[in-house]
């Protein structure tokens, strides 16, 4: 129930959000003559010296409409802008950008609404955000687990066989039904080592590969060591050496981090071990790991409380790609990018929302399909209709968007994992 109010407050609070950058069009002129704000004769539905609306309320009815007019209509603006947006992209963009602002709702006022309308069907559908993450299996814990199981199924037939033999031999009955339970725990048991101690005994040959290539690595940087202090002592060039000799650090350090986690795993009472990787840059990325590793459930809750506050960050990370389709075209400005960029992101965001909705109600394979096909579709005639392109350059431009939108949606989890690791 919690899940469902909350989604039901994040989507009055982006409508109200997303009214507020919204200019108002369209509502009646009351009968009064002077702004009651301001007392300047009145022209029209709005104060041209305030911009207050003529007609005010003060009843609990059109306040309680207020919050469905912010919800459902937008000032009815919201009508006749979905359709184009999910059919006609690149009309809407185009009249949008030309000038014909007051007939639909505002990329911006969209985009904001959106937002919360993505992270509340995400709390309904996933009213605790998602499953506990368990902890994953490692050696120690296999082990023990696998001992357990095997020792309690042992305990039961050693019972049972005891009981057998105090049984009386007359009792021909009593002996079968005890026959039958030695029967099923050694089932039990056979089914256990085929199962848990396979895993245990594959688990255990991963990490002796491990081993065995970490002996192997150690040995390559001790010998580019001593063959890198030979050529220094006698006067050789050692970029090569340097260069191959940093390559096997990084490369120990990896395969110390990947036995350390296979060893070790990541229960409560047992520490990750974690070598620092060392190259440029990594020192996000480290801390993120660590991060993850201790409290992995801390962290997703972090990169969805980030996501949801800076999602606004997509519309300037993308911005620049779309660019980059028509930099040599000077009639096309970074605003008409931005249009485009904003209306885009928004129907993909109504889209996967749809797609959601369809896959949690039993429509999976429609959503999929949706979810699938049409982005790229959308694109194109995003891009035919709103650049007036050629249908190949709508096409070729859509292939690299496609690429552009992976780039930027890459760039955008980067900049919130970063941001939930610090």
């Not at 997303?18 to 709005?46: D, F, M």
């Not at 802008?81 to 505002?106: C, I, M, N, Q």
Request: proline share 4%; with cysteine; net charge neutral.
């Amino acid at each position: 129930m919690s899940g469902e109010l909350a989604g039901a407050a994040d989507i009055i609070t982006g409508a109200a959000l997303a009214r507020a950058v919204e200019p108002e069009a369209g509502e009646g002129r009351g009968a009064e003559k002077a702004c009651l704000n301001c007392g300047t004769a009145l022209i029209g539905a709005h104060c041209h010296m305030c911009g207050q609306k003529a007609h005010v309320h003060r009843t609990l009815h059109e306040f309680g409409h207020d919050i469905l007019h912010s919800v459902l209509h937008f000032d009815g603006k919201i009508w006749r802008t979905l359709p184009l947006l999910f059919w006609k992209p690149g009309d809407l963009t185009r009249r949008y950008v030309h000038g014909e602002r007051a007939k639909f709702v505002s990329p911006l006022a969209l985009f904001l609404f959106s937002v919360f309308l993505t992270f509340a069907t995400f709390n309904w559908l996933v009213p605790d955000g998602g499953a506990s993450i368990p902890a994953p299996d490692t050696i120690e814990s296999v082990r023990k687990e696998y001992q357990t199981d095997r020792k309690e199924i042992e305990e039961a037939i050693a019972a049972l066989e005891a009981e057998k033999k105090a049984a009386p031999q007359a009792d021909a009955a009593d002996i079968e039904r005890i026959d039958g339970k030695i029967a099923r725990n050694r089932e039990r048991l056979q089914k256990l080592d085929e199962s848990q101690g396979r895993q245990l005994r594959q688990m255990e040959a991963a990490n002796e590969q491990f081993l065995t290539e970490k002996r192997k690595i150690d040995a390559d940087v001790a010998r580019l060591e001593a063959s890198l202090e030979a050529a220094r002592k006698a006067g050789q060039p050692t970029q090569k050496l340097e260069e191959d000799l940093e390559g096997a650090k990084m490369a120990a350090r990896v395969i110390n981090t990947a036995a350390g986690g296979l060893q070790n795993g990541l229960d409560e009472d047992t520490e990750w071990t974690f070598t620092d990787l060392n190259f440029p840059g990594s020192g996000a990325l480290n801390k993120a790991v660590k991060t993850a590793g201790k409290n992995p459930q801390l962290l997703l809750y972090k990169i969805q409380s980030n996501a949801y506050k800076y999602s606004w960050a997509l519309i300037p990370i993308s911005v620049p790609f779309v660019w980059l389709l028509f930099f040599w075209r000077r009639r096309f400005k970074m605003f008409d990018h931005a249009v485009f960029v904003t209306y885009s992101i928004t129907f993909m965001m109504l889209l996967g929302i749809i797609c959601a909705i369809l896959i949690n109600t039993g429509f999976g394979a429609i959503g999929g399909l949706l979810l699938a096909f049409y982005p790229p579709i959308h694109m194109y005639r995003q891009l035919h209709h709103a650049y007036q392109t050629s249908r190949f350059g709508a096409f070729w431009r859509m292939c690299f968007l496609s690429f552009f939108a992976m780039t930027a949606l890459m760039l955008f989890t980067m900049l919130i994992v970063s941001l939930g690791a610090s």
